[in-house]
């Protein structure tokens, strides 16, 4: 029996998440950032966080979004006889791929945590976790139209 659990805070137990003896643990953790000397205390450390994430999903992920969307409409465009399977399959491998992707961001976003002092890096993540979300649901649309 496999179970799936985030651990998020530090200061709780393992058996609270389900650790027993003879219990596999993986340990999966991002790199960590340089955070000291960050204006703003805390609530600067994470707001420093949240915009790394936030210029990945900016800098990367939407472009490659962007790239994907015009090459299923180039492909939607064609000639049915044109069409290849190889090559829709590989459009919904990728559209797949960056599923995946928006994914890690969300769970980028959902491993930081913002105490009710922090308002500004609170609305941040929460706007972060909504683009996250937005950007999911434009992917899922884009591969729909190539699997019909």
Not at 27 to 49: D, N
Not at 71 to 95: C, I, N
Not at 106 to 128: H, T
Not at 129 to 145: P, S, T, Y
């Amino acid at each position: 029996m496999s179970q799936f659990a985030v651990m998020k805070n530090d200061q709780e137990r393992l058996i609270s998440y389900g650790v027993r003896d003879g219990s596999k643990v993986i340990l999966m953790a991002a790199p960590a950032k340089a955070t000291e000397g960050v204006p703003g205390g805390a609530e600067g450390q994470l707001l420093a966080m949240i915009g790394a994430i936030t210029e990945k999903l900016n800098g990367r992920i939407m472009p490659e979004i962007d790239s994907y969307e015009k090459r299923v409409k180039e492909f939607m465009s064609r000639a049915p006889e044109q069409k290849e399977a190889k090559e829709q399959k590989k459009l919904v491998d990728y559209g797949t791929y960056l599923n995946e992707q928006l994914m890690n961001i969300l769970f980028d976003f959902d491993g930081i945590l913002c105490g009710p002092e922090y308002e500004k890096a609170r609305n941040q993540r929460k706007e972060g976790v909504r683009q996250g979300q937005a950007l999911l649901d434009k992917v899922d649309n884009i591969k729909a139209l190539v699997k019909n």
